[in-house]
């Protein structure tokens, strides 16, 4: 996939990308877009789980908005999971980006540290670099998007400030802004109960399972973003990779529309 132009189908992918979150920023979030074959071919869910406590979380507008049911109903269960098992640790969550899922996570865990790691500047050349000679992603998708989100904030202090704004606890929030794993050193005696990774690349998510599984405490989760997602290929290899050092992890992927995958240790 090593071209030399970004073919028609970066340009259509980033271009309608950049609608919908020029939309998001301009609504604050109130209006989403989700454009074609950016998370597959997306259709209305019409079936959702019987059991409805989203209002008790505010969360009844994400699901009807944001599209991306099972993702965020998979949040919102895994919270109750970590709530009735008493588990311990806080929350983290590598790729921010606009802050979609933060201030969901931000509602769902109200009295737990939320660190937020993210360059808020975008894709790091670092990592592009490697998705193109590993043939995963191609170095224009990443340039693309890049250009898009600085179009969208002048300074990752923008960016952040947009993210902290849409966080009804932003005094639980911790803002590790810069490149993951650097932005986790002096991290290393914390302990998790919930990681969302989500930074696409097979670097940062190998790196971000090496960092949060050994931290994560019994009967705690990892989410990792975009494991079946055809765009982004790197990210089983980093799944594989990772368990060449822990051993086999306790995997169950998810229908969500990046094609979750579940991490989950075992309680005591
Ligand atoms: C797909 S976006 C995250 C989307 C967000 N979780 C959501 O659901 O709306 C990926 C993010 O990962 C960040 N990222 C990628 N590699 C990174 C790295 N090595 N260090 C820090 N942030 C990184 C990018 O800056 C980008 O904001």
């Known amino acids: 996939m090593n071209e030399e132009k970004p073919s028609l189908r970066h340009r259509l992918f980033y271009g309608s990308l950049a609608l919908h979150q020029l939309l998001a920023k301009r609504f604050k979030g109130s209006v989403r877009f989700i454009p074609d074959g950016y998370l597959g071919d997306h259709k209305v869910v019409t079936q959702r789980m019987a059991y409805d406590t989203a ?17 965020y109903r998979t949040f919102e269960l895994v919270a109750q999971e970590i709530a009735a098992h008493g588990v311990a640790g806080d929350i983290a969550e590598a790729g921010v980006d606009y802050g979609d899922c933060t201030w969901i996570l931000n509602e769902l865990f109200p009295d737990r540290t939320l660190y937020l790691y993210d360059t808020f500047r975008g894709f790091d050349a670092r990592d592009v670099a490697y998705e193109s000679e590993h043939e995963y992603t191609s170095e224009h998708f990443y340039e693309s998007a890049n250009y898009f989100l600085r179009e969208s904030f002048q300074t990752a202090e923008d960016q952040m400030a947009y993210v902290r704004g849409r966080l009804k606890y932003p005094e639980k929030a911790v803002f590790r802004q810069g490149y993951f794993p650097e932005t986790a050193v002096g991290e290393e005696g914390n302990t998790f109960a919930f990681a969302s990774l989500d930074m696409d690349l097979y670097q940062p998510i190998l790196n971000g399972i090496l960092f949060f599984y050994p931290r994560l405490a019994p009967g705690g989760y990892i989410m990792i973003h975009d494991y ?41």
Do not use: C, M, W
């Open 55 to 71: 209002d008790a979380h505010n969360l009844s507008a994400a699901y009807d908005n944001q599209a991306d049911y099972v993702r």
């Open 228 to 268: 079946n997602h055809r765009e982004f290929k790197g990210i089983k290899d980093a799944v594989k990779e990772a368990e060449k050092t822990l051993g086999p992890l306790a995997k169950l992927p998810l229908p969500d529309q990046g094609g979750s995958l579940v991490i989950h240790k075992a309680g005591t």
